[in-house]
């Protein structure tokens, strides 16, 4: 037989996720938005990878999600007989 359980509630085993540093924030917020952010979408969704874009949402009745996240897909169409940059 197993061993009962000796509390009555599950407690964390202290296991936390790891901080990033300041360096690698700071090098993903200068990253974001730039030209080459969208040019390496942009090839990514060529090869027929799965893009993800952030854009303003449509719906303005929906005041507590300013921008939305969509499928590539859906904003630039089927990737497919599109040359992919090299």
Request: proline fraction near 5%; aromatic fraction near 6%.
């Amino acid at each position: 037989m197993g061993k009962k359980k000796s509390r009555a509630t599950q407690t964390s085993g202290g296991k936390h996720c790891q901080k990033r540093s300041a360096e690698s924030k700071a090098q993903r917020i200068e990253y974001k938005n730039t030209f080459s952010e969208g040019s390496n979408k942009r090839a990514s969704w060529a090869r027929g990878r799965n893009v993800v874009l952030t854009i303003p949402n449509p719906n303005t009745n929906e005041t507590n999600k300013p921008f939305i996240r969509v499928n590539a897909n859906e904003v630039w169409g089927d990737w497919r007989g599109k040359k992919a940059p090299k």
